[in-house]
């Protein structure tokens, strides 16, 4: 089993949709999550964090389930420049130091 | 404006033929770490350093050498450029190895 899992998509979608993406992982261990956005062979940029007791900003909501060992990130109301790889990224403990695992990503194609 | 530089962006290179690619924060963070990323296995982990004269390997870090002989900055070095390191490399840096890392633009290594 992969560290980081994540479903790669494409996801395709309508403008106005709501889509959401989980990401499984298998260090029970881990302590951090995130969620990165990445365009098209550009540099991934932090979206958002993602705490024990949720988070939401804007249009965006991120989750952690810790018994089922998965974060999710819901989009609402999908706009034409949400298009882009999804990557969630877990810090676990390995070596007495933490260890960033990247998912592979999500691709979401929001579509007129 | 707080950043993550790298150069060169481009390189196209010859099997055994030194080099170098430099990383540069100007945010004061005092972790870094360099990645590879190719199609179908997403970002991977090649070195990273917790602090000045602090370097570990990641997941790959065969083929590989760094340094960390000031804060900000942080040269990826390939001693024998293999084609099987053709990959788009990313530098990050955060302020500890539990935040949310920045990264650098990319390079994007051809070895023939």
């Known amino acids: 089993r992969k560290e980081v899992e994540q479903d790669p998509g494409p996801f395709n979608v309508p403008e106005g949709a709501t889509v959401a993406f989980n990401c499984t992982y298998s260090n029970s261990a881990s302590q951090s999550f995130f969620w990165y956005r990445q365009d098209c062979r550009k540099e991934p940029k932090l979206l958002m964090s993602v705490y024990s007791s949720g988070n939401e900003d804007g249009r965006f909501t991120a989750q952690l389930n810790r018994a089922s060992q998965y974060i999710s990130l819901l989009i609402r109301d999908s706009k034409l420049s949400d298009s882009a790889t999804y990557l969630c990224v877990v810090l676990g403990l390995g070596g007495g130091s933490y260890i960033p695992k990247f998912g592979r990503g999500t691709s979401l194609i929001v579509h007129p | 404006e707080a950043q993550v530089t790298q150069n060169p962006r481009y390189l196209i290179t010859v099997t055994g033929k030194k080099l170098t690619v430099t990383c540069s924060q100007n945010m004061n963070h005092e972790y870094m770490s360099w990645y590879r990323q190719d199609p179908g296995l997403g970002l991977r982990q090649i070195y990273y350093?917790?602090?000045?004269?602090?370097?570990d390997k990641g997941d790959v870090p065969e083929g590989y050498k760094v340094s960390r002989k000031e804060k900000r900055n942080f040269p990826l070095i390939l001693e024998s450029p293999s084609p099987n390191q053709t990959s788009l490399y990313f530098c990050?840096?955060?302020?500890?190895?539990?935040?949310?890392?920045?990264f650098g633009p990319g390079t994007r290594l051809t070895v023939t």
């Open positions: 990050a840096s955060s302020s500890t190895n539990r935040a949310e890392q920045y």
């Open positions: 350093s917790m602090n000045v004269e602090v370097t």
